[in-house]
């Protein structure tokens, strides 16, 4: 490989980790994201548990609780109810997920 390739392969993967990393930091919402809806599913994990919120439009959105995230304000939600989820968000296609740091009923 001559000396003027490396330099170019160089460039292009620079340029690709800075398109990463934009990628990255435009598709997450840090700590302004909330959806209101019902509780559909709860998923037990080791610290907390996964829940699916769904709104009133029947846009599903995956909710992580855990005590680590949540501290003292953790609470424990039943399928059915109606709760409002504040967190960061991650955006990856059509699907949300957010980290919950809040739940209000």
Do not use: P
Not at 10 to 33: D, E, M, Q, T
Not at 41 to 69: C, F, L, M, T
């Amino acid at each position: 490989m001559k000396s003027g390739d490396k330099n170019e392969m160089k460039h292009f993967w620079r340029s690709l980790r800075f398109v990463f990393l934009a990628l990255i930091f435009c598709s997450c919402h840090n700590g302004n994201y909330s959806i209101k809806g019902w509780v559909k599913s709860i998923e037990w994990g080791k610290d907390g548990y996964n829940a699916v919120i769904e709104n009133k439009e029947g846009r599903q959105i995956n909710a992580s609780i855990s005590r680590i995230n949540m501290g003292m304000r953790y609470k424990k939600i039943e399928v059915g109810e109606l709760v409002t989820v504040y967190g960061d968000s991650m955006h990856f296609g059509n699907e949300i997920s957010i980290t919950a740091t809040k739940i209000k009923y």
